[in-house]
């Protein structure tokens, strides 16, 4: 009994505490913000600067770079696959030590980089080895436009005494008469000749091969209508290039590479030993008067000129703009420049280029001769 009377005292008290307790406050939910009272704000990208506008009226000079240089004739596989094995040759050097890919190499934007290139016995002309990209596209071949055409250039280094030193013709005809393999590739490219391993055809091979080396850029994309192919940037600096006067002499596909020019034309170019076509033509009334370069990838086809002298593209554009313009062009105005004329830099072909396989000599092939 006692114990039952102590647990309803308990249970009493308990009840009495619990009724003393307060109750819990109740949770009101915040307000949400009125949208109309507080906007949210929400972050926004910096809109897109405007495109420089290039005149229309500047580009009427220009075009875009054909698909290749090919003619009816050398548009031939055969041909070009000669053509291919032949300039990555050096048997067609006395030494067997400098093929057209020597002094043109064709990963490095068909230059070397020299100044001037070494040939037989390390010997060095005195012209600087200009690219062989587009190289089909210009009106003549070399600076003073000594061949007509990349078919007949092809055929010069070959026997020159200095290059790669062969005594002629007749020579180079022997030694690819004494290849099997290239007796054959001739037979191919050349069906219908009756006597087809000539040094004739060697040539046309290897400007068969050199017609489809074309480096397509940003420049003809732009060209082609889509104006965000070039950069606000390279678009000012291609407006700088105009009003500074270069187009006088840099126009068309290659923006050179289709007329001859007087270096020095308003002031005296400093180094005047190599006269140009005054030396070719033995008149004075052309000293100083050489081919027009092309300024396709001229970023990448240092050093510059005729004779290598100048190293860099900056350079480069200054002295133009003081000897053909008279200009003295500022820091800023040279940068401009040189930023459109690293858009010029296009694209090669690795699958085009990729060195070929050549043909085994045999015994009677001639051997190498350091002499």
């Known amino acids: 009994m006692r114990k039952i009377a102590l647990a309803t005292t308990l249970l009493s008290i308990g009840t009495l505490l619990v009724g003393f307790q307060k109750p819990a406050p109740s949770i009101k939910p915040l307000p949400f913000p009125s949208t ?3 906007p949210l704000r929400v972050a926004q990208a910096n809109p897109p600067a405007p495109q420089v506008e290039v005149p229309e009226g500047f580009l009427m000079a220009y075009k875009a770079l054909p698909a290749d240089y090919h003619t009816p004739s050398s548009r031939n596989p ?12 050096k048997r067609l050097s006395k030494n067997h030590d400098v093929s057209c890919n020597s002094c043109h190499q064709l990963d490095k934007f068909g230059v070397d980089h020299e100044p001037t290139s070494p040939g037989h016995k390390k010997q060095r002309g005195d012209r600087n080895s200009p690219t062989v990209y587009n190289a089909a596209g210009h009106f003549v071949q070399f600076w003073d436009g000594r061949s007509p055409h990349v078919e007949h250039q092809a055929t010069q280094p070959v026997v020159n005494p200095v290059e790669m030193a062969i005594s002629g013709p007749a020579q180079v005809e022997t030694l690819l008469k004494s290849i099997p393999g290239y007796v054959e590739a001739f037979k ?11 040094y004739k055809n060697m040539g046309d091979a290897i400007g068969a091969f050199e017609r489809g080396l074309v480096t397509p850029s940003r420049w003809d994309d732009f060209l082609n209508g889509k104006k965000d192919a070039l950069t606000n940037p390279e678009k000012q600096g291609f407006i700088k290039f105009v009003t500074s006067g270069c187009l006088t002499c840099h126009i068309g596909p290659q923006l050179g590479g289709h007329m001859y020019q007087k270096l020095g034309m308003i002031k005296p170019w400093p180094n005047q030993k190599d006269k140009g076509r005054g030396t070719l033509l033995k008149d004075s009334t052309f000293d100083m008067f050489f081919k027009v370069p092309s300024l396709r990838n001229i970023a990448k086809t240092a050093p510059y000129m005729h004779d290598g002298s100048v190293k860099t593209l900056e350079e480069a554009v200054l002295l133009m703009a003081r000897h053909q313009l008279a200009r003295e062009l500022s820091k800023q105005d040279v940068a401009e420049i040189v930023t459109f004329l690293n858009a010029l830099t296009g694209t090669i072909d690795l699958r085009y280029i990729k060195e070929p396989a050549l ?7 001639p051997k190498p001769d350091p002499n």
Do not use: C, E, W
């Open 359 to 365: 043909p085994p000599s045999s015994p009677s092939t």
């Open 78 to 89: 055969n041909k070009i696959a000669l053509g291919r094995m032949l300039y990555f040759d």
């Open 36 to 38: 109309h009272k507080q």
């Open 188 to 198: 191919k490219a050349y069906p219908s000749d009756k006597d087809p391993v000539s």
